[in-house]
């Protein structure tokens, strides 16, 4: 799914979703201008709008973002597969990527904080 944003004739800005049975994925995005809310409208209000309409399960907003917490997305992980042809990297890249994973362990469990529908976990006595 294309959505554009035209002014007068020309396009300004496009989201472009791919979509399986049940889901609806939100991940390349591009304007000519800057514009106050304009991204949000393009690549998540559209984007959930179309879901809801087409009766889909799910709608994924593509990777990172601290700004999709707003916008009631919770954060959830995602993979890459990547292929190193230089195998001399792989202990350096091994490493990073374990400090890494704790980093965004720690940053996920930070931002469910600020979502409208987190479990609070201090008693009523706290």
Request: glycine content about 8%.
């Amino acid at each position: 799914m294309l959505c554009s944003v035209e002014r007068s004739t020309e396009v300004i800005a496009s989201a472009l979703f791919f979509k399986s049975s049940t889901t609806l994925f939100g991940r390349y995005w591009g304007a000519t201008e800057e514009i106050d809310g304009l991204h949000f409208e393009t690549c998540y209000y559209q984007g959930i709008e179309y879901a809801i309409r087409h009766g889909l399960q799910r709608f994924d907003p593509g990777a990172q973002g601290e700004h999709k917490i707003a916008r009631g997305f919770e954060p959830v992980d995602t993979w890459s597969l990547h292929w190193l042809a230089e195998t001399g990297f792989q202990p350096a890249l091994t490493q990073f990527l374990e400090e890494e994973h704790q980093h965004i362990r720690a940053q996920q469990d930070d931002l469910r904080t600020y979502l409208p529908f987190h479990k609070n976990t201090h008693s009523q006595e706290d």
